[in-house]
């Protein structure tokens, strides 16, 4: 499947589950579109799960101007008051429009559990057809299966025995993927 079929489906499937997904070309302006969207959300305080991918972002300046507080500090309370999480991710799965993250640091795993809103930057070279491509590639990428994984399928969901879907309530209510064409 071409790279822009595999774009199609995830977009599609990921919009199926209330995630939003934009599409850019370089780093920076991925680290614009980050501060777009803390700035639409009316954000007071992003955490950052500093990785060198994110830094190719230029994120962590481009917020500063926005006089956001940045945090990158592995501290509940800093957690528990943060409006957005924002991460590098590095797997989407297109027949999911899952992200995928391997990810053993538990600061990374808690940004993206913890925050009102999650914004992953994800490479658009690395959306993957499907779930066992996605098992398959991180196994060839980190050499053994990570001790922690996670495939994020948009906002937290659930329902009561009534069948009443709350969105948010187990994690963030809004999912935003930003996948990147400049390569990793």
């Known amino acids: 499947?071409?790279?822009?079929?595999?774009f199609s489906v995830f977009k599609e499937k990921a919009g199926v589950m209330s995630a939003q997904v934009h599409r850019v070309g370089t780093w920076a302006q991925a680290g614009d579109l980050i501060a777009d969207q803390v700035k639409e959300l009316k954000?007071?305080?992003v955490h950052l799960f500093s990785t060198p991918q994110l830094e190719k972002t230029n994120c962590r300046a481009t917020l500063a101007k926005t006089g956001v507080t940045i945090s990158d500090k592995l501290d509940r309370h800093e957690l528990?008051?943060?409006?957005?999480?924002?991460t590098y991710v590095?797997?989407?799965?297109?027949e999911t429009g899952s992200i995928f993250h391997p990810e053993t640091d538990p600061l990374g795993r808690a940004v993206t559990m913890l925050s009102p809103t999650h914004i992953a930057v994800v490479p658009f070279n690395k959306i993957l057809p499907t779930v066992a491509d996605a098992l398959e590639t991180v196994v060839k990428d980190f050499g053994a299966v990570p001790g922690y994984m996670s495939f994020i399928s948009g906002p937290s969901r659930t329902a009561d025995i009534e069948r009443v879907l709350t969105i948010g309530v187990h994690g963030p209510s809004k999912l935003i993927v930003i996948l990147v064409d400049e390569g990793v």
């Open 80 to 86: 528990d008051i943060t409006d957005v999480g924002i």
């Open 90 to 94: 590095p797997y989407a799965v297109a």
């Open 1 to 6: 499947m071409s790279s822009e079929k595999l």
């Open 43 to 45: 954000a007071q305080r």
